[in-house]
């Protein structure tokens, strides 16, 4: 049976509003009442955009503004049906949750915590009457499981919006129980609570894991269908999630634990500073040692033991791991100096995570060293005789090609997979396309099949779902796709063929060669790749090495796709800009 999808999608639209009001809900908490006709459905530039809708009770928006103070500077370009973030040097974004959406009196409340830091508190502290203000989103919005004996809801002064939101709006029936941490009792405020809800508020420092764990252990454990929603600091959530996940046995369905926020280290008092340091000796490029210990320590289950069991000496945990005694000792002191362990000095016993070791717990945080790019990334110690002689890294550094690898390995194509679920997200403009109007029947490939059947269903477009894949991923995608009644698992004779992400992986001849595959069985054909860098992300630079480690070929841009069509017999028909640096081009037979 395919896995239900848990979020609704929304048209990704930027929106201006302004200022009607500032109100001081609690000393610690600031609400600022927005309005405007762009929360209605508005045309902007020729293109009609619906109304502003935020169902979920955590739903997020982002707000957008920039360091400079230049906010129009800072805008994305508004598509058609979604967003491009182009590049912009001082451009700030911060996620929000509505706490409040009034569609009648075209409103929108926003709560800020008042902490004295940060961007948005800052905007919010100096925000007057008439004031703008532009934001994106939601982009999606929970769905809930239907039928629920009892709902937890965790988090600290942060996730207040979001739980307040939930008490006032109801979307189940059934008890909740909240836990809330603050940082004194003047944040407490006033719930509404029904006959059967409880509410615990635990006094701590923001951010403070152990607090926030204790209080959570000490929730009593209900009998019956439950669900468990938590926000907070990034960082203090990890024990929570692994006591969630691993003592209660909570499954992902039943569960949603969100970093709202990451708490930064501040320096030491008299600590030298990044300047100095630089007048004092010469830039360096980083050294890429703490990236393989820590790889070393996941791949040999050294955190887990140590999260698992505090206090082990080093002995203890060379058994618990199955490695010797003198193999522990070369990683413990590294260990030790980058944070990963605590207690490791001179092999003392005492065993336990550090900060660094804490966010290795979160299962995207340890991707980076032991999933698909991780790999990708040591095959760039192949860069440079690949750069010469031509050809992928990858192939130099395994001996076949991409394609080859995860088209064998269902777990390698399963991460490909999920790094496409976010792709459901900007597929708005391919499915409001006129193509779709004589369409009965779609054949998907690529790993972001999945996502392109959940946009259809999104959108309510009915065609007949084939699927071309070879065995290996048909397997992995089955626990994706949604509505598997309407698909059929053999490939064959379609209207359109839509590949998804599916060159992102192949080399050019690899994907001249599906391509050439594609035409046999269709006379028109989309293409779904990323094009460009994604202007919003901090590592946009990497993106083409990351596309060159793969496949031996820079990112595609719309030239580069057009010419691995021309090669396999297709004319490129029109480009359908997605956001994000995403494109979808359309293909028909010559």
């Not at 045309?43 to 009770?57: E, L, V, Y």
Request: aromatic share 6%; net charge negative; proline share 7%.
């Amino acid at each position: 049976m395919a896995a239900q999808r848990a979020y609704t999608t929304h048209p990704l639209v930027l929106r201006r509003v302004t200022v009607r009001s500032v109100h001081q809900v609690t000393p610690r908490m600031r609400r600022v009442v927005l309005g405007g006709e762009e929360l209605a459905a508005f045309t902007r530039d020729g293109t009609g955009h619906p109304a502003f809708a935020a169902p979920g009770f955590d739903d997020h928006i982002k707000l957008i503004l920039a360091a400079d103070g230049d906010v129009h500077a800072a805008l994305p370009a508004q598509l058609p049906h979604g967003i491009e973030w182009t590049p912009a040097e001082h451009r700030l974004t911060r996620d929000y949750t509505p706490r409040r959406v009034d569609p009648e009196a075209g409103e929108l409340h926003l709560d800020f915590v008042v902490h004295g830091d940060g961007p948005a508190e800052a905007w919010s502290a100096a925000a007057r009457e008439g004031d703008e203000l532009w934001f994106v989103g939601p982009k999606s919005s929970l769905r809930l499981p239907e039928r629920l004996d009892w709902i937890q809801l965790v988090g600290d002064e942060t996730a207040l919006p979001a739980i307040g939101r939930f008490l006032d709006e109801r979307p189940l029936d059934a008890p909740v129980h909240v836990l809330v941490t603050v940082s004194d009792d003047s944040a407490r405020q006033e719930l509404a609570l029904r006959e059967g809800d409880t509410v615990t508020w635990v006094v701590a420092e923001p951010g403070d894991a152990e607090a926030l764990e204790a209080a959570v252990r000490a929730l009593p454990v209900e009998a019956g269908e439950g669900y468990v929603w938590a926000a907070a600091e990034s960082r203090a959530l990890l024990p929570v999630r692994r006591y969630l996940q691993r003592d209660r046995k909570l499954p992902k369905d039943r569960l949603n634990v969100t970093g709202y926020w990451h708490r930064e280290e501040a320096p030491a008092p008299e600590a030298e500073t990044t300047a100095d340091a630089a007048v004092r000796e010469p830039a360096r490029i980083s050294s890429p040692l703490p990236w393989l210990v820590a790889r070393a320590a996941l791949q040999l289950g050294v955190v887990d033991a140590v999260a698992d069991a505090p206090g082990l000496s080093a002995v203890a945990l060379a058994a618990r791991v199955g490695v010797p005694v003198a193999g522990v000792g070369v990683l413990l002191p590294l260990l030790s100096s980058y944070g990963v362990v605590v207690g490791a000095d001179d092999g003392a016993p005492g065993l336990r995570l550090g900060p660094a070791g804490e966010e290795l717990l979160d299962e995207h945080e340890r991707e980076e060293y032991t999933g698909h790019e991780a790999e990708l990334l040591l095959a760039l110690t192949h860069l440079a005789p690949a750069l010469r002689g031509g050809g992928s890294p990858w192939r130099l550094a395994s001996g076949g090609t991409l394609h080859e690898a995860v088209a064998q390995d269902a777990e390698r194509y399963g991460e490909l997979v999920e790094e496409c679920e976010q792709l459901v997200f900007l597929l708005g403009g391919l499915t409001a396309d006129p193509l779709w109007e004589s369409i009965g029947t779609c054949l998907l490939t690529g790993p972001g099949s999945a996502s392109v059947a959940a946009a259809l269903d999104d959108a309510r477009r009915r065609p007949r779902l084939r699927v071309a894949e070879d065995a290996v991923p048909v397997a992995v995608l089955r626990g994706h796709v949604p509505a598997p009644d309407r698909i059929d698992w053999t490939a064959g004779p379609a209207d359109v063929a839509v590949a998804a992400k599916a060159l992102a992986h192949r080399t050019d001849e690899e994907a001249v060669l599906l391509l050439a595959r594609l035409a046999g069985w269709t006379r028109t054909a989309v293409l779904v790749e990323a094009s460009r860098p994604d202007g919003l992300s901090p590592h946009a630079a990497e993106a083409a090495l990351h596309a060159y480690a793969a496949t031996g070929s820079p990112l595609r841009d719309s030239a580069a796709i057009a010419a691995l069509a021309h090669r396999s017999g297709w004319e490129v028909e029109r480009t359908i800009a997605l956001g994000w640096g995403t494109e979808a081009t359309v293909l028909r037979r010559a």
